[in-house]
């Protein structure tokens, strides 16, 4: 059973930033790529980024380049997103996934809130 637990939210003022963590365990973590997602009031759920299973290989959102870094320790089994330049309108429920295939997250996380204040 694949569990992936995120970490790291938290309020922040505009112009802040937060590292999020999401632990993985079930399956050979080195193997799958990782992404990012994020979902709002309101709001469908995006993608924010993501990294290939060596790390070699990343993948960014428009709205986020330049501002958040995602990266992994496949030691630690652990995927990371690091945010600076906080906006308001990046608060929203961040949520890791696992990819088994090319656009396809078979497992998520349960979130973890961020909220960015002006």
């Known amino acids: 059973q694949v569990q992936l637990v995120e970490s790291g939210g938290g309020l922040v003022q505009a112009g802040g930033s937060l590292r999020l963590s999401c632990a993985a365990s079930?399956?050979?973590?080195?193997?799958?790529?990782m992404g990012w997602f994020r979902q709002a009031p309101g709001k469908e759920r995006e993608f924010v980024a993501s990294l290939s299973a060596s790390g070699g290989s990343t993948i960014y959102a428009e709205f986020v380049k330049g501002r958040f870094t995602i990266s992994r320790d496949n030691a630690k089994n652990t995927v990371y997103l690091q945010m600076k330049s906080l906006k308001p309108e990046d608060t929203a429920v961040y949520y890791c996934a696992q990819r088994k295939a090319p656009g396809i997250y078979d497992y998520w996380g349960q979130g973890t809130q961020v909220t960015v204040s002006s």
């Open positions: 079930g399956r050979t973590f080195s193997s799958y790529a």
